[in-house]
């Protein structure tokens, strides 16, 4: 691991491998929150098992933790070390004719995406632990979809998890096929197939968030 930290290479390996386990937990996570809109009851009973299965809380929980803060050090790690390297600015530069926008504000999107974890956290996690581990509340298996149904209650919370979720989607955009690239995974065999997948992925997925959102705050 140090040996890997320790060069380029090896650091945008370990953050294509973090991503790619960050894109898992995503999936995962929005099939949860989209069980909300269709099933009451499905949604508590899935919500439940995530929030007090042992293996989940005091394993998984604790590797996904980890995950998150290392995928973004690192990609503030990797955004200073490419600016180190290139302390001199091109005299012309054509950054739209050379890449995309998503591609060149990665590190804007990142940050804009690690202030929405935060509310994200208040909103959710906090709430969890407060409830679990600081008040000790008796357990409640049908408190689940009351919860997430009252916290878009509030226009501004639907409108800041939209936009967070769009530029979650322009990450998402150049993240996914660049992870791909990465771990040397981008064989002109099934470089369409990669590009095509990364595409729908960075569509569907924030979209999903966004549905979940609205659908909560138009049926208050």
Excluded at 37 to 65: C, K, R, W
Excluded at 163 to 169: A, E, K, P, Q, R
Aim: contains cysteine; positive net charge.
């Amino acid at each position: 691991m140090a040996g890997l930290t320790q060069s380029t290479i090896g650091r945008k390996f370990l953050m294509a491998l973090s991503a790619m386990f960050l894109l898992v937990f995503l999936l995962i996570h929005l099939s949860v929150n989209l069980l909300s809109i269709f099933s009451e009851d499905a949604f508590n009973t899935a919500s439940h098992f995530m929030g007090y299965n042992p293996l989940i809380q005091f394993v998984m929980q604790p590797v996904l933790v980890a995950g998150v803060i290392f995928h973004f050090v690192m990609g503030f790690v990797l955004e200073m070390k490419n600016k180190n390297a290139r302390p001199v600015k091109y005299a012309v530069a054509n950054n739209s004719g050379n890449s995309s926008w998503s591609s060149r504000n990665m590190i804007i999107s990142g940050a804009v995406i690690l202030a929405f974890l935060g509310l994200h956290m208040y909103d959710f996690w906090m709430h969890e632990m407060n409830y679990k581990y600081v008040e000790a509340l008796s357990i409640n298996e049908t408190r689940y979809w009351e919860e997430l149904h009252a916290k878009f209650a509030d226009l501004w919370r639907v409108i800041f998890y939209a936009v967070s979720f769009v530029l979650l989607g322009l990450h998402l955009s150049h993240g996914f096929q660049s992870s791909f690239q990465s771990i040397g995974a981008r064989h002109p065999k099934y470089l369409k197939c990669v590009n095509t997948l990364g595409t729908w992925y960075s569509i569907l997925i924030p979209l999903g968030f966004i549905v979940v959102a609205v659908f909560h705050f138009v049926t208050q």
